[in-house]
């Protein structure tokens, strides 16, 4: 324990102590000491702890807050502190430990003296402290003698890390000739070193590369511009070399560096300017419009929309002549055609192509004017071209009544070279396939080569064709509209045969027909037609024509009362003449009947047959002629029927049609076991079967009605079967000399099959046996017709002997 003398001087060295490593801003290794002593301030602690002795005793450390000096490159462990306990008297019976980060192995502890030293180097960038615990106990009991206390070893920094730049690399941008002191970029470097200690840590900026363009804020690492005549088209891109100091840019202190890319925008700052003051081009006279001449462009230093240019077409001799469009993907000015060209008229034009900027900058106005003009020279060339017709104008107009070779009209054409060669005329015959006109091939003199008839065709359209004389390859067309002027060569006709009627009781004056006619010529006063009567009629005193001068006229009556017994139809012939000129006339006849009417004027019949009829015999009469005649067709038809049932009953007897047997068309029958398919009575009734022989003697007559199946069929020459011949013979005579019966095919079912057969019969009538006991090896001789039969009965016959001899009934 400390005496009572130093309890006031070891707090006041200990004080001084601290105020002076705060002044220096490091505390050296050392030891510094805290008594815990009765009564002073600190940590206490009771005899409950473990400690020796009865009663209250207080007891602290001495302790140090340690410092080491980062990389330390000795040989020998680096001394960082020293620990003390006040219950330490210096007899060895106190043991001091360490535990925490590093203890062990970074830093060791003296058990016996608290030495604490670092036995590594040590990096305060990696790490700048570490926490331990001391401990001090009994050597002899390993009783904890105090509580354990946990003290920090600080690295202490030095100025060992140079700044870096850790966001490269920096690419930058700013405009050509922007003004002095414009911000780029900003560049940033980091020390690792303590900021908080001394200057390691504080970083400043320089210009080591393109100070001459740039520069740069020593504490920010902002980028200006150092001057205001940057030009992209001059230089597109500076690399500028930026170095960072620490230790505020003192001696002795590091350094890094990085390389600055500043690119340099372009500005519209330069005007369009053509390579040439003056292009040529040329261009045939026959080319059409939109024919593409030539392109020129203008150039421009700027880039991008900067370049953008527009043309337009500033001074003209060609009066338009030329059209200039621009090409937005390569901004060159097309130059085209836009008239047609003539090489006879104008051989030179010349056309002023001006460019200008399409994005103008305002601010570079005062730099001059962002625009520029060139000439364009266009030379026509001349090319054989084909006559021309002059006038163009095609309409001529001819008589119809005009003789042939009367002339139509003239058509004109040049040609329009220079050489002016001659030029000869023709009629595309495709137009005039009638060969209606002609023209003269030297003069180009239309004329008609055939009579005209407007009335035929009052328009003609032909085609002309103008050819140099030696050339007609250099062919032109004209259509030609010839239209044929009208001439009163038709006579008016009635519009329609008129007919009328009139009532034999009809008074004078009465109104019985207007009469209207038709005239093909169409003269250019209009129509007007004149209508009289015939002078073969103008005696007449039956009937009057009025001319209502409308160009129809009114027949009337002119006397009272007809009588149709006398006469009954009348013929008047009418006069009509049209206006001319010369005036032409026509006859037509209007037929008026004489007719019977009713009281109201209504026509009840205008047949004089009739009438004579009616008058020489009486209703009854004529109904009684009506009643005979009718019983005379009723008597016809009676017989007719008759005669026709008879016919068919008697035809019907006597030879029954045997189609009518016929049951079913494709029915096979079911082999000889099967008698119910088919009724074989139904045709044996047919015929008179007198009896049937067989079995060596005479035995009853067989019935039909008794005779319902065939079971088998044994051909016997004893039987006759001269009945079936006779009426199948007759049946067949029947048939071919009969014209009305139409062919058709017919099934018949007969129980006969014919005598004489070479191959004797198939049928499965005459089929007693099984399958299994006939042989059909025969079938083989009968030739090829036979052939496929045999070879079916052959396999046959060859599978019922494998399967041993059993078989289905045939």
């Given at each position: 324990?400390?005496?009572?003398?130093?309890?006031?001087?070891?707090?006041?060295?200990?004080?001084?102590?601290?105020?002076?490593?705060?002044?220096?801003?490091?505390?050296?290794?050392?030891?510094?000491?805290?008594?815990?002593?009765?009564?002073?301030?600190?940590?206490?602690?009771?005899?409950?702890?473990?400690?020796?002795?009865?009663?209250?005793?207080?007891?602290?450390?001495?302790?140090?807050?340690?410092?080491?000096?980062?990389?330390?490159?000795?040989?020998?462990?680096?001394?960082?502190?020293?620990?003390?306990?006040?219950?330490?008297?210096?007899?060895?019976?106190?043991?001091?430990?360490?535990?925490?980060?590093?203890?062990?192995?970074?830093?060791?502890?003296?058990?016996?003296?608290?030495?604490?030293?670092?036995?590594?180097?040590?990096?305060?960038?990696?790490?700048?402290?570490?926490?331990?615990?001391?401990?001090?106990?009994?050597?002899?009991?390993?009783?904890?003698?105090?509580?354990?206390?946990?003290?920090?070893?600080?690295?202490?920094?030095?100025?060992?890390?140079?700044?870096?730049?850790?966001?490269?690399?920096?690419?930058?941008?700013?405009?050509?000739?922007?003004?002095?002191?414009?911000?780029?970029?900003?560049?940033?470097?980091?020390?690792?070193?303590?900021?908080?200690?001394?200057?390691?840590?504080?970083?400043?900026?320089?210009?080591?590369?393109?100070?001459?363009?740039?520069?740069?804020?020593?504490?920010?690492?902002?980028?200006?511009?150092?001057?205001?005549?940057?030009?992209?088209?001059?230089?597109?891109?500076?690399?500028?070399?930026?170095?960072?100091?620490?230790?505020?840019?003192?001696?002795?202190?590091?350094?890094?560096?990085?390389?600055?890319?500043?690119?340099?925008?372009?500005?519209?700052?330069?005007?369009?300017?053509?390579?040439?003051?003056?292009?040529?081009?040329?261009?045939?006279?026959?080319?059409?419009?939109?024919?593409?001449?030539?392109?020129?462009?203008?150039?421009?230093?700027?880039?991008?929309?900067?370049?953008?240019?527009?043309?337009?077409?500033?001074?003209?001799?060609?009066?338009?002549?030329?059209?200039?469009?621009?090409?937005?993907?390569?901004?060159?000015?097309?130059?085209?055609?836009?008239?047609?060209?003539?090489?006879?008229?104008?051989?030179?034009?010349?056309?002023?192509?001006?460019?200008?900027?399409?994005?103008?900058?305002?601010?570079?106005?005062?730099?001059?004017?962002?625009?520029?003009?060139?000439?364009?020279?266009?030379?026509?060339?001349?090319?054989?071209?084909?006559?021309?017709?002059?006038?163009?104008?095609?309409?001529?107009?001819?008589?119809?009544?005009?003789?042939?070779?009367?002339?139509?009209?003239?058509?004109?054409?040049?040609?329009?070279?220079?050489?002016?060669?001659?030029?000869?005329?023709?009629?595309?015959r495709s137009t005039d396939l009638e060969q209606i006109f002609d023209i003269d091939p030297l003069t180009g003199a239309i004329v008609t080569s055939k009579v005209l008839d407007r009335e035929t065709a009052g328009w003609h359209n032909i085609t002309i064709l103008a050819m140099e004389a030696d050339n007609h390859a250099q062919v032109s067309r004209k259509t030609l509209r010839i239209r044929i002027l009208d001439v009163n060569d038709n006579p008016p006709e009635l519009a329609t045969p008129?007919?009328?009627?009139?009532?034999?009781?009809?008074?004078?004056?009465?109104?019985?027909?207007?009469?209207?006619?038709?005239?093909?010529?169409?003269?250019?006063?209009?129509?007007?037609?004149?209508?009289?009567?015939?002078?073969?009629?103008?005696?007449?005193?039956?009937?009057?024509?009025?001319?209502?001068?409308?160009?129809?006229?009114?027949?009337?009556?002119?006397?009272?009362?007809?009588?149709?017994?006398?006469?009954?139809?009348?013929?008047?012939?009418?006069?009509?003449?049209?206006?001319?000129?010369?005036?032409?006339?026509?006859?037509?006849?209007?037929?008026?009947?004489?007719?019977?009417?009713?009281?109201?004027?209504?026509?009840?019949?205008?047949?004089?047959?009739?009438?004579?009829?009616?008058?020489?015999?009486?209703?009854?009469?004529?109904?009684?002629?009506?009643?005979?005649?009718?019983?005379?067709?009723?008597?016809?038809?009676?017989?007719?029927?008759?005669?026709?049932?008879?016919?068919?009953?008697?035809?019907?007897?006597?030879?029954?049609?045997?189609?009518?047997?016929?049951?079913?068309?494709?029915?096979?029958?079911?082999?000889?076991?099967?008698?119910?398919?088919?009724?074989?009575?139904?045709?044996?009734?047919?015929?008179?079967?007198?009896?049937?022989?067989?079995?060596?003697?005479?035995?009853?007559?067989?019935?039909?009605?008794?005779?319902?199946?065939?079971?088998?069929?044994?051909?016997?020459?004893?039987?006759?079967?001269?009945?079936?011949?006779?009426?199948?013979?007759?049946?067949?005579?029947?048939?071919?000399?009969?014209?009305?019966?139409?062919?058709?095919?017919?099934?018949?079912?007969?129980?006969?099959?014919?005598?004489?057969?070479?191959?004797?019969?198939?049928?499965?009538?005459?089929?007693?046996?099984?399958?299994?006991?006939?042989?059909?090896?025969?079938?083989?001789?009968?030739?090829?017709?036979?052939?496929?039969?045999?070879?079916?009965?052959?396999?046959?016959?060859?599978?019922?002997?494998?399967?041993?001899?059993?078989?289905?009934?045939?």
């Amino acid at each position: 324990m400390a005496s009572r003398d130093s309890f006031w001087i070891r707090p006041l060295l200990l004080l001084l102590l601290l105020l002076l490593l705060w002044g220096l801003g490091c505390c050296p290794a050392g030891v510094v000491s805290m008594h815990m002593e009765p009564g002073g301030s600190g940590p206490e602690e009771s005899g409950d702890g473990g400690l020796p002795g009865s009663g209250r005793v207080k007891r602290g450390w001495v302790w140090n807050q340690f410092f080491v000096v980062e990389e330390y490159t000795g040989t020998e462990p680096l001394y960082v502190g020293k620990i003390h306990s006040d219950s330490d008297e210096g007899d060895g019976s106190i043991k001091y430990t360490i535990s925490g980060e590093g203890a062990g192995t970074i830093f060791l502890i003296d058990e016996l003296t608290g030495d604490i030293h670092a036995t590594e180097r040590l990096d305060r960038e990696q790490k700048t402290f570490y926490t331990l615990r001391a401990q001090a106990r009994d050597r002899q009991t390993d009783r904890l003698l105090e509580p354990e206390s946990e003290f920090v070893i600080k690295v202490q920094d030095i100025n060992d890390s140079e700044p870096r730049f850790l966001g490269g690399p920096y690419i930058g941008s700013v405009a050509e000739l922007s003004p002095i002191g414009t911000s780029v970029m900003q560049v940033m470097a980091s020390d690792a070193d303590d900021p908080t200690y001394g200057s390691s840590a504080r970083v400043v900026y320089s210009v080591l590369e393109g100070e001459q363009h740039f520069t740069v804020d020593s504490r920010t690492g902002v980028i200006r511009t150092a001057v205001a005549n940057l030009d992209r088209e001059t230089q597109d891109r500076y690399e500028v070399v930026v170095r960072a100091t620490d230790m505020a840019g003192q001696l002795g202190g590091l350094s890094g560096s990085t390389t600055v890319t500043i690119v340099i925008t372009d500005v519209n700052d330069n005007p369009p300017r053509f390579p040439q003051k003056m292009y040529q081009f040329s261009v045939v006279e026959t080319a059409p419009v939109g024919t593409l001449i030539g392109r020129v462009k203008a150039e421009d230093s700027d880039v991008g929309e900067n370049t953008d240019m527009t043309y337009q077409v500033k001074d003209e001799e060609g009066l338009g002549a030329f059209r200039v469009t621009t090409d937005s993907n390569t901004q060159e000015a097309l130059i085209s055609v836009q008239k047609p060209l003539d090489f006879e008229a104008q051989s030179v034009q010349t056309v002023v192509v001006e460019a200008l900027n399409k994005f103008a900058d305002p601010r570079f106005v005062d730099l001059g004017t962002f625009r520029d003009q060139t000439i364009v020279r266009v030379s026509v060339l001349d090319v054989d071209e084909p006559p021309e017709f002059q006038p163009p104008d095609g309409l001529m107009e001819v008589q119809e009544d005009a003789v042939v070779g009367s002339l139509v009209g003239m058509v004109t054409a040049l040609d329009p070279d220079v050489a002016n060669r001659p030029v000869r005329y023709a009629i595309d015959r495709s137009t005039d396939l009638e060969q209606i006109f002609d023209i003269d091939p030297l003069t180009g003199a239309i004329v008609t080569s055939k009579v005209l008839d407007r009335e035929t065709a009052g328009w003609h359209n032909i085609t002309i064709l103008a050819m140099e004389a030696d050339n007609h390859a250099q062919v032109s067309r004209k259509t030609l509209r010839i239209r044929i002027l009208d001439v009163n060569d038709n006579p008016p006709e009635l519009a329609t045969p008129y007919e009328a009627a009139v009532c034999e009781d009809a008074k004078p004056g009465q109104l019985i027909q207007t009469i209207s006619v038709v005239d093909r010529d169409e003269p250019q006063s209009g129509h007007r037609f004149y209508f009289t009567l015939a002078p073969e009629a103008s005696s007449s005193h039956h009937f009057s024509l009025l001319d209502i001068e409308d160009n129809t006229a009114a027949v009337h009556t002119q006397r009272l009362g007809f009588n149709r017994q006398e006469q009954d139809l009348f013929l008047l012939p009418i006069l009509v003449v049209d206006s001319g000129p010369p005036a032409l006339s026509s006859t037509g006849t209007l037929t008026i009947r004489i007719c019977g009417c009713d009281s109201s004027g209504a026509i009840q019949s205008c047949n004089t047959t009739a009438y004579v009829v009616s008058a020489s015999l009486s209703p009854g009469a004529l109904i009684a002629l009506l009643v005979c005649v009718l019983i005379l067709i009723v008597l016809v038809l009676l017989i007719l029927t008759l005669k026709r049932h008879q016919k068919g009953h008697l035809s019907s007897e006597e030879d029954e049609d045997m189609r009518d047997n016929v049951i079913k068309y494709n029915d096979e029958g079911g082999g000889e076991q099967d008698t119910e398919a088919y009724d074989m009575s139904a045709l044996r009734s047919l015929y008179d079967f007198a009896e049937t022989k067989g079995g060596g003697g005479e035995g009853p007559p067989v019935l039909p009605s008794e005779l319902h199946s065939l079971p088998q069929w044994h051909p016997a020459p004893d039987l006759d079967f001269s009945v079936f011949r006779d009426y199948i013979s007759r049946k067949v005579g029947q048939a071919d000399e009969d014209p009305s019966v139409p062919p058709y095919d017919s099934f018949q079912t007969y129980a006969f099959e014919g005598a004489d057969s070479p191959p004797a019969s198939l049928s499965s009538i005459a089929s007693r046996s099984t399958g299994s006991e006939q042989d059909f090896s025969y079938l083989g001789s009968w030739g090829p017709r036979f052939r496929q039969l045999a070879a079916l009965y052959a396999r046959r016959r060859g599978g019922e002997e494998d399967a041993g001899g059993g078989g289905a009934e045939s």
